[in-house]
């Protein structure tokens, strides 16, 4: 992998998700900087899906995000799948590879990021598991914030957790606002505070997405619906503190017309830009 330094801190993507093959491979060369896609979607795929791949790849910057490496899970790493992804991050020139701060199997797949218990013993367990994925890939990876309704067996709070996963296996953050702000408001944390105590040098990008309002304290992560304005804030507030990051606009289902997601990618290069233009923004950038 090439690393995320071949973006500008200012890059603004899109998920590259079937549905929307046509208007991606029809774009305009500045309607969005980067592509991100999971790559169990797409290994082994071929025929016309597998034809647009290729040439989207080959025509704009990849990031690949996970979906079933499961990291907290306790099945033994899938060690050939691994190797897969490692080869479909060389075929397409993949510049990150990152995955979930959560774990998905017991046993076979469960098809749902379920949390791991925020205790001393997850965080080594995790850590050592992050740390051979890396071996296995050659690169460092990065996980993500998950969202979570649930902490089974809590020994500490789920900022200490994500540090001390972070520190022990020496991997990056994808940083996700949009889950910050929807685990502070279903676990009654300071966004903000959260925030500021993440290590800013690890931040390797950034996502943002909309979410369902189930009610004023439960907000359900869905990437389902515009990112609303608390989170829009909650961005700006991390750009602030921390610079400029590439940020993908997350989008899984109810698609609105691709016009409509050039819309609100423009709010995000709009605040992007604002920050970028900001000497009090921090622009570290890895």
């Known amino acids: 992998m090439r690393g995320l330094s071949a973006l500008k801190p200012d890059a603004a993507g899109l998920g ?31 025929g016309a899906a597998g034809e647009a791949l290729a040439e989207l790849s080959d025509r704009h910057p990849l990031l690949c995000h996970g979906l079933s490496l499961s990291l907290g899970g306790t099945e033994p790493l899938d060690e050939t799948f691994l190797g897969r992804v490692r080869r479909f991050l060389d075929r397409h020139g993949a510049l990150c590879y990152s995955e979930h701060l959560s774990y998905c199997s017991d046993d076979g797949q469960l ?6 218990p925020f205790t001393e013993e997850a965080v080594h367990h995790v850590a050592a598991r992050i740390r051979q994925a890396q071996d296995l890939l050659g690169h460092r990876i990065a996980v993500e914030n998950a969202s979570y309704y ?11 957790f994500t540090l001390a996963v972070l520190g022990e296996a020496d991997c990056d953050l994808l940083l996700d606002v949009n889950n910050v702000h929807v685990n502070a408001i279903n676990h009654g944390y300071d966004a903000e505070a959260y925030l500021a105590a993440l290590p800013g040098e690890r931040i390797a990008y950034v996502h943002v ?10 907000k359900i992560d869905t990437h389902g619906a515009p990112v609303v304005d608390a989170v829009w804030s909650l961005l700006g507030s991390a750009y602030r503190r921390f610079g400029p990051r590439p940020t993908l606009l997350e989008r ?15 709010t995000l290069r709009r ?16």
């Open 252 to 266: 899984d289902f109810n698609f609105p017309p691709y016009g409509e997601l050039l819309e609100e990618l423009g």
């Open 111 to 116: 098809y749902d990021l379920l949390p791991i």
């Open 150 to 160: 649930a902490a089974p067996h809590r020994e500490m709070g789920e900022l200490e």
């Open 209 to 218: 997405a909309g979410h369902y309002d189930e009610a004023e304290d439960l």
């Open 16 to 46: 590259l998700r079937r549905a929307l093959l046509g208007p991606l491979r029809d774009a305009g060369p500045h309607d969005f900087d980067f592509l991100e896609c999971a790559p169990e979607n797409w290994i082994g795929v071929g």
């Open 271 to 286: 605040i992007l830009r604002e920050h970028a233009a900001d000497p009090g923004s921090r622009q570290a950038h890895g």
